[in-house]
């Protein structure tokens, strides 16, 4: 992980969990977006399952994998 993905990491979970009082974070993403789910999945978030027919892109019904990222999971360092 590059030294500005960390940077932005660690101001958008500090402001979650600071700020918003949240526990935990979530992403969806086709399942045909390789570099959404790589992304998510390189920065410690955890795929937690595919929504089927959950969204729909040029006029079809794509399948959304879901993506959970909890504040205990969060690299050391990342939240103050």
């Not at 979650?16 to 390189?42: F, P, R």
């Not at 978030?45 to 205990?72: A, H, K, M, P």
Request: glycine share 8%; net charge neutral.
């Amino acid at each position: 992980m590059t030294c500005s993905e960390r940077v932005n990491l660690y101001f958008s979970f500090n402001y979650a969990h600071s700020e918003l009082k949240l526990n935990k974070l979530v992403a969806t993403c086709s399942v045909n977006n390789i570099g959404s789910y790589k992304l998510l999945e390189k920065i410690g978030f955890n795929r937690e399952g595919c929504l089927r027919q959950n969204s729909i892109i040029s006029n079809q019904y794509i399948d959304d994998y879901v993506y959970g990222l909890c504040l205990g999971d969060v690299p050391t360092g990342l939240v103050s």
